[in-house]
């Protein structure tokens, strides 16, 4: 295990009830409130009426940033900062998912940050000035952005999307609430759950040695994940399903299972390039990606870590190793399916391969697989990967 630091400040607010909260806790930063909010989903739940009845009986100015899309665009950054910089705003509070929450981190930067935020903040990629405060409402179990200090920014007239990361952009305070979360569609919930999954699986394949308590905890968020996906695309409104799904995203990737190991998330590199290029969700192309990417890399070297996902994930026995391996890479991908994840990349449409090439080069420019990954991806082998999640596969 390697050295590190761990100061993860976020005032966590967990479980039902608890938003009366909300006034006291703006109050200690002041009156004036940004409400950033996303496509109206807020308003469909209730929640919104809800908030205005809290800001009314404590006097809050509010402006909002409404309309934040899946993918966040640097254009809705650069309208929330200046609406922070002519309204005073001394909070900024978004109420969403991982996209609404991610914007607003970016907003709460670039309210300090003057000239072209995409080339003065984003491009950057690491940002240590001033930001204002952050209070999270969460609604979607997925990107642990309530708890992190990393955002994810997309500008689509260049089609490239990057992750900023900055101590100053970590929420001071997340409310998780998991019946906010009863409205969220099959489709998000399934891939806000996958999204989950990724995190703790590019964490859990990692070549630093001697992390035994990060792969305990990664394995049994894993297993939890799996337990209770089902459950909720059942049972939409089951409070511990909901609950098991919310906690399990903030513990994810709130440097709980990655700090102690270097290295770079190859999935995740992979996934920003489809979404940049075609915009589409995040978790899904994740999903897709994976099960790809894990039988592109299983070799002699990375076979032990692949069978004790097998065995302690899947629970496969009594197989040989390279079998076992192969088994628990087909579990995952077959238990996506049955969340009802599109599993190739037509299906979520993207039709041809024109882009591979400049995607597959980008993917190794924008981050660092090609000498930090698992296992180092260079061009030609993210290529491949995004070639066969083209058609159905078969790993046994
Ligand atoms: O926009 P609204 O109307 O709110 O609808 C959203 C959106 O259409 C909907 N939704 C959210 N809560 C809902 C709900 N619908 C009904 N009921 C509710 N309670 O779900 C849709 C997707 O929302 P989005 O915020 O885009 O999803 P997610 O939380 O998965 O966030 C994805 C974004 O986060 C980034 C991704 O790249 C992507 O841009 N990530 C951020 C990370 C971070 N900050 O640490 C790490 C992740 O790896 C990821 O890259
Ligand atoms: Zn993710």
Redesign the pocket.
């Known amino acids: 295990m390697e050295n590190f630091d761990f100061h993860v400040t976020t005032d966590i607010r967990f479980g039902y009830d608890r938003l009366d909260e909300l006034p006291q806790v703006l109050n200690t930063f002041g009156k004036n409130v940004l409400l950033v909010?996303?496509?109206?989903?807020?308003k469909?739940?209730g929640l919104y009426d809800k908030l205005y009845e809290l800001f009314n009986q404590n006097d809050n100015h509010v402006v909002e940033l409404a309309g934040?899309?899946?993918?966040?665009r640097i254009e809705t950054v650069q309208k929330g900062a200046q609406l922070c910089k002519e309204n005073a705003v001394d909070v900024v509070l978004p109420v969403?998912?991982?996209?609404?929450?991610?914007c607003s981190?970016a907003v709460a930067a670039c309210r300090f940050v003057s000239g072209n935020l995409w080339e003065n903040f984003v491009l950057k990629r690491s940002y240590n000035g001033p930001a204002l405060p952050i209070v999270t409402v969460l609604?979607?179990a997925?990107?642990?952005?309530e708890m992190?200090g990393?955002?994810?920014i997309?500008n689509m007239d260049a089609q490239i999307?990057l992750?900023v990361h900055g101590t100053s952009l970590l929420p001071k305070v997340s409310f998780l609430d998991p019946t906010?979360?009863?409205?969220?569609?099959s489709y998000?919930t399934a891939?806000?759950s996958a999204?989950i999954l990724?995190?703790l699986m590019e964490n859990y394949f990692n070549a630093t040695p001697g992390t035994e308590v990060q792969d305990e905890i990664a394995e049994g968020l894993m297993k939890t994940v799996i337990k209770y996906l089902p459950l909720a695309l059942k049972e939409p409104d089951n409070y511990t399903a909901r609950a098991n799904l919310m906690w399990a995203s903030t513990l994810a990737?709130n440097g709980l299972v990655g700090k102690g190991k270097s290295g770079s998330w190859s999935c995740?590199a992979m996934?920003?390039e489809l979404?940049a290029f075609y915009d589409i969700?995040?978790?899904v192309g994740l999903a897709i990606l994976t099960p790809r990417w894990m039988a592109h890399i299983l070799d002699d070297d990375t076979l032990p870590k692949f069978q004790r996902f097998a065995e302690e994930i899947w629970d496969v026995k009594g197989e040989e190793a390279k079998r076992t391996a192969e088994i628990g890479i087909q579990k995952l991908y077959d238990f996506f399916v049955s969340c009802g994840i599109p599993m190739t990349l037509p299906e979520v449409g993207i039709q041809t391969e024109e882009n591979f090439e400049e995607m597959g080069q980008r993917a190794v420019a924008h981050s660092s697989i090609s000498n930090q990954g698992f296992v180092p991806l260079h061009e030609e082998d993210v290529v491949s990967i995004y070639r066969a999640c083209m058609s159905e596969t078969s790993f046994v």
């Open positions: 909010y996303g496509g109206g989903s807020i469909k739940s934040v899309d899946p993918n966040p969403g998912g991982g996209s609404v929450i991610d981190k609604t979607l997925a990107t642990g952005s992190n990393t955002c994810v997309s999307k992750g906010n979360t009863y409205s969220v569609s998000q891939a806000g999204d990724s995190h990737l995740h996934e920003h979404s969700t995040h978790g």
